[in-house]
């Protein structure tokens, strides 16, 4: 099992999971990050291995990261409900809107689980359409591709600040802390490699950041 699995009882997740692409390469980086993650030292983990491709790296990472939130909230989704959780907030001062660019345009106010669902459909949608992450080894990458990328992490960061904010007491009786706190720390510290979010948008978790990055 990886260090990232939560076994069976909790194998629930939110979404299907998403493979990695498909291709030798995307292959064998996921391999080098399980054997680097089993190593135990998450900031040799997340960097990007000597001569390997920056995008192949983030894409590879960003199916990772979104199977492990997929996987968190999954635990959650009985806990989280439009009821407990009518706005998707992280602590009384952060209020998160919806909107994709397309189907909904103007930010519209959801609950938790609504803001979740729409925010990993959205996510479902980037990771399948091949001109944005490419399948095939060789296959060029869009010029907005990082772009692409940030909004995802932003994004599923919003997530973690929600389940820290809203749900750690849960995560706690669950005793999933652990396993938690060290997808969050995983996170955080890819995050900070690749600067794929803005220093604001971190500011509802920031104590814990700096704890985590020795700030």
Request: aromatic share 12%; hydrophobic share 35%.
């Amino acid at each position: 099992m990886s260090l990232f699995g939560l076994g069976s009882r909790n194998q629930k997740t939110f979404r299907p999971k998403k493979n990695a692409p498909s291709g030798s390469k995307g292959a064998q980086l996921k391999k080098h990050i399980d054997a680097t993650l089993g190593s135990g030292n998450l900031r040799e983990a997340v960097r990007l291995p000597p001569g390997e491709d920056l995008h192949e790296w983030l894409a590879v990472n960003t199916v990772d990261f979104f199977n492990q939130v997929n996987i968190l909230y999954g635990t959650l989704t009985e806990f989280c409900t439009s009821s407990s959780c009518p706005t998707m907030s992280a602590g009384p001062k952060y209020e998160y809107r919806w909107a994709d660019g397309v189907n909904i345009k103007k930010p519209i106010e959801v609950s938790a689980p609504k803001y979740v669902d729409y925010l990993m459909s959205w996510i479902e949608t980037q990771l399948d359409d091949e001109s944005t992450f490419p399948q095939n080894l060789g296959t060029p990458f869009p010029p907005n591709f990082q772009d692409v990328v940030k909004t995802i992490f932003k994004r599923l960061f919003r997530v973690y600040a929600h389940i820290y904010h809203s749900h750690f007491q849960k995560i706690i009786s669950l005793k999933e802390e652990a396993h938690m706190n060290t997808c969050f720390k995983h996170f955080v510290l890819f995050t900070w490699e690749f600067r794929l979010i803005d220093k604001a948008e971190l500011a509802p978790l920031y104590e814990l950041i700096e704890s985590i990055l020795q700030l």
